[in-house]
């Protein structure tokens, strides 16, 4: 089983949550708080014709892109993913020729690189990279040792505890969820590549260097977890609900977007970052090796960096900007307060970034195989 299958749950359960959010009070807010302030423009110069998108559902940004791709006559053609194995299958195959921009999860950048997705560009052929906070402009998930780039991070959130803070208080640690006064009260998202991730950095272990032992702790703690488990939530969405509706007090693992959910419909949902177990992830756009409008890719590229554009994948995607500028220009306090934008650059050296294990590996390492199997005896315990 590919690696890939982690954003298969992830990412098409995240699609669905945010098909069921509204986008009109986002987009009033995204227009308000831009007001005069000129977003930076696209320096490179931008080019018409097609440009061929491969990705999730919204994050081609439709509705943000719509007068530039007016004014440059971008025909911009979306073919939308269902899970992350798509791309590679897609972009490798005959019928990927001419697909010019597709998007990645940080920690597939070495698998991805080595089947040679990427087609590399220049921080002079994106001149909005140096708006981004300078964790962005350096990490090798997105940049070469030859400081030439593959990806451009447009945004990104930490896993969090969703917790009804008016029925409990705030969970201080992910272990702590196991205790008994959570006993048929906690929700866990069918999330296996998150909640892998989570509970191995809660008790210490490297994730792509696991051992087949390691594997078996990760296994314990997620089963004492589900002993308390009131419900195995299909989606975030369900999460949601769960919360909303008061059959569950906590999740494991969540994010911040549910708490703005929860507030529409009334109910008190807050999230906390137990400190044992903070997660961050990092999404980015990237040129695909059959690139075939490599200026309009260029030009699109430095869009996503834009005030305009990274506004509204705060206000509309409920995920972080990656530039401090567009942080500033936020006013929604519930979508402000969502992440620690003041104190980023700590925040990220604190946590480092975590790895799949690979597809393949000998002796007692485990593989990204190993993991979803694990999960599933899990769900089965």
Request: net charge negative; with cysteine; charged share 20%.
């Amino acid at each position: 089983m590919s690696e890939n299958v982690n954003l298969t749950v992830r990412w098409t359960s995240r699609r669905d949550f945010l098909r069921g959010m509204s986008t009109v009070a986002a987009s009033a807010a995204l227009a308000a708080t831009l007001g005069g302030c000129k977003p930076v423009p696209p320096a490179t110069p931008p080019r018409s014709g097609q440009l061929d998108f491969l990705g999730w559902e919204g994050y081609d940004m439709l509705g943000a892109t719509e007068k530039w791709r007016n004014d440059n006559a971008v025909d911009l053609r979306s073919a939308y993913i269902g899970n992350s194995e798509d791309t590679p299958a897609k972009v490798l195959s005959a019928a990927g020729k001419g697909i010019d921009l597709i998007t990645y999860f940080y920690a597939y950048y070495k698998s991805w690189s080595a089947l040679g997705l990427f087609e590399t560009f220049t921080a002079d052929e994106v001149p909005n990279l140096k708006r981004m906070y300078p964790y962005f402009q350096e990490g090798e998930y997105w940049r070469l040792p030859d400081k030439t780039y593959m990806g451009a991070p447009f945004t990104w959130l930490t896993y969090v505890c969703n917790y009804r803070a008016d029925l409990i208080e705030t969970p201080q640690s992910w272990e702590e969820l196991t205790g008994a006064k959570y006993k048929g009260k906690l929700a866990i998202v069918d999330d296996p590549g998150a909640n892998i991730l989570v509970a191995a950095t809660v008790l210490g272990i490297p994730t792509d260097t696991m051992t087949k032992d390691q594997l078996e702790e990760v296994k314990k703690f997620l089963v004492a977890l589900k002993a308390n488990a009131k419900s195995i939530a299909p989606s975030y969405g369900d999460l949601s609900n769960l919360l909303i509706s008061g059959e569950a007090v906590a999740g494991f693992v969540g994010w911040s977007a549910l708490d703005v959910w929860a507030a529409k419909e009334g109910v008190q949902v807050t999230s906390v970052q137990p400190l044992d177990g903070v997660v961050i992830s990092i999404d980015a756009y990237a040129m695909a090796k059959t690139v075939d409008n490599r200026d309009a890719s260029l030009a699109w590229l430095n869009l996503m960096l834009t005030d305009e554009v990274q506004l509204a994948v705060a206000n509309e995607l409920y995920t972080a900007t990656v530039c401090p500028d567009t942080a500033k220009l936020i006013t929604d306090p519930a979508v402000k307060k969502m992440y620690d934008y003041d104190n980023f650059g700590a925040f990220a050296q604190k946590y480092p970034l975590h790895l799949f294990p690979p597809n393949e590996a000998s002796g007692n390492q485990v593989t990204f195989g190993d993991w979803m199997k694990a999960w599933e005896d899990v769900k089965a315990a």
